[in-house]
């Protein structure tokens, strides 16, 4: 048998490289201007994209208000604690860093039902699908000024349609939002009320399906 040639040795070695050549690159890009300006939490796209910007600039605490209420209870995470966390996660998950950094959206399915609260994102990288789990949560928040005065996650006792009410007013219609306030609180000192619905991540699978070639979202 022939030996293999210098040319050769070296195209089989950087096709095994390849592989952990572009994970590395899709860790090391930073997220771009855009990706920095367009963080949220409305959809599930823009909740895993702001995962993805976390991820990319080793941002422990963008990760973290990625994460669902359930996830962070699941696991006894704070803020600071989640920093250590995501070490062990990310350890015991050697593919899921290099892909959710690279990873594309391939496709959304929400529950059934007129009003979904649960859905589940499909990315593609590395030649891996992702099943991204996500729910939605309802949420009131207090600020005075960039100070977060009260941050209150709604639960299935009290949802977003108790908390906002839409009523007739002069041909139009009118929505009116609606907050407990703690009395050592002065309401002077309120400047924003924030009462809305948020798409946060409750898991993420590894797809035992091969990825297909759909556009992404």
Known sequence: MATPSRI???SRSLALLGPLLLAWACCAAPPSAEDLFDRGFRSPSQTFRTFQTGVRSD???????????????????????????????FASKP???AA????????????EGD?????VLTAAALGERLEVHLVREDFVQLYEGSKLLADDPLGKDAVFADHVTVSPADGAQR??????????????????????QDWKIDDVEKSEEAPESDGAL
């Open 59 to 89: 941002d422990g605490r963008t990760e973290y208000r990625c994460l669902s209420t359930r996830f962070r209870r699941k696991h006894l995470l704070s803020q600071l604690l989640y920093l250590e966390f995501r070490d062990e996660w």
């Open 175 to 196: 929505a009116r939002g609606e907050a407990q306030l703690s009395s050592s609180i002065p309401p002077a000192r309120i400047t924003e009320l924030r009462i809305g």
């Open 100 to 111: 959710i950094a690279g990873a594309r959206v391939v496709s959304v399915t929400f529950e």
């Open 115 to 119: 009003n979904p609260r649960r859905c």
């Open 8 to 10: 050769e040795r070296l």
């Open 95 to 97: 593919w899921l860093r």
